[in-house]
């Protein structure tokens, strides 16, 4: 089974890593973000097709989506894990919310799921994103225009 296990450390470590991404993103700090990826991440998204490297993740994703929503959170008791033998790499699904806003400030549920991908050198280093992939729910507003209102 690959749903997160209370008990395992591993899990336990990628399950605090979202945390940190998700205050990351609350808060819009980017440059604290930015040190949970390799420089060499690869990325698709709502705002981006494919790009490679931590910088254009930033700049055509993040610093589009991220001053543009609110409350942000990973629903992390729906993270499923997938991590190999030797426990270097590990696959990340789960779903995600936000507050997004449309065009005259009105508020709207902007909810969806990621994939990311993790790896470490050793297991005694800390996880770093190696790919990420966000998806809105189906009908959901493919922009937000942040708070106007």
Do not use: C
Request: proline letters at 2%; aromatic letters at 14%; charged letters at 20%.
């Amino acid at each position: 089974m690959y749903k997160f296990d209370t008990n395992n450390t591993d899990h336990i470590s990628i399950g605090l890593w979202f945390l940190v991404w998700e205050k990351q993103v609350q808060n819009k700090d980017f440059e604290s973000a930015k040190k949970l990826f390799e420089n060499d991440v690869v990325s698709f998204g709502t705002w981006m097709n494919v790009v490679e490297g931590i910088d254009k993740l930033y700049s055509d994703q993040w610093k589009n989506i991220w001053p543009t929503i609110n409350n942000f959170k990973f629903v992390t008791n729906t993270l499923f894990v997938q991590i190999s033998p030797d426990r270097l790499l590990a696959n990340s699904i789960l779903f995600w919310n936000s507050t997004g806003y449309n065009k005259n400030g009105n508020s709207f549920k902007r909810n969806g799921r990621a994939t990311v991908v993790l790896k470490r050198s050793n297991l005694d280093n800390s996880w770093k994103g190696i790919h990420t992939h966000f998806s809105l729910n189906r009908g959901v507003p493919q922009e937000s225009f942040g708070k106007t209102k």
